[in-house]
């Protein structure tokens, strides 16, 4: 399914009945990611899986995609499908784009599930990385696509996990240079958002990987604490939907009950 968003096509899709989960996928990501948790999910409710901008079948909006225009994307997408309320889980950018929703939209969302991601902005230092990796996607998009996703996993997931790795990388390779420069350049700019996740009064977990390269994982117990989210933390790296497959899904399950 699609709805036509500021000039661009949005794909998403839908299965099940019943409250509304919406699945924000991450970075040279596409909700493709969320295929194999649908049947289970479905039994609880509608869940909802979009391609935010520039990632899966979605278009390319702007040279610089803000989370807040990905934000503005996923609620184009709620309005379409008729959602008042629902759930959101976002991994890493997903994340970041369901902050976003959160400021925009508190009234929409029952319960929040930050996978992977943190209510920080980007360090200095972080901001530097994202401009060289703005660089090196278009000098040499397989070889930054080959880095950046190589480098999510925990290092003795490596070997478990070659072939979801090498799937993800091809299927990143299929996304316009555009768009991933779009999403790099918007997550440089991305503000704080700790005291959105603060004063939301709904449920909020956050979900980390204890050998998270991407994350300081003391510092985000901390901040999850002091913002009333619930922690837990998961063996492995950045792609905790990979690494801890079942405990994701029992996870996500169980707090819906």
Known sequence: MKI???ETEIHYSIVGEGETTVLLHGFLESSEIWEDFLPGFSKYGRIICIDLPGHGK???ISEVHSMELMAEAVYAVLQATGVKKGNIIGHSMGGYVALAFLEQHPEMVQDLMLLNSTPQADSEEKKEIRDRSVELVQRNKKAYITMAINNLLSPRNTASFSEEIDELKDKAMGFPTEGITAALKGMKIRSEKIEVLKNYS???IIVAGSEDPLVNISELRNLAEGCG???FQFS?????????REQFRKLCISSKN
Do not use: R, T
């Not at 790296?237 to 690494?243: D, N, T, V």
């Open 4 to 6: 036509k968003f500021q």
């Open 58 to 60: 979605s278009g390319v």
């Open 202 to 204: 709904g449920q909020k």
């Open 229 to 231: 989210c619930k922690f």
């Open 236 to 244: 492995g790296g950045h792609l905790s939907y990979i690494e801890n």
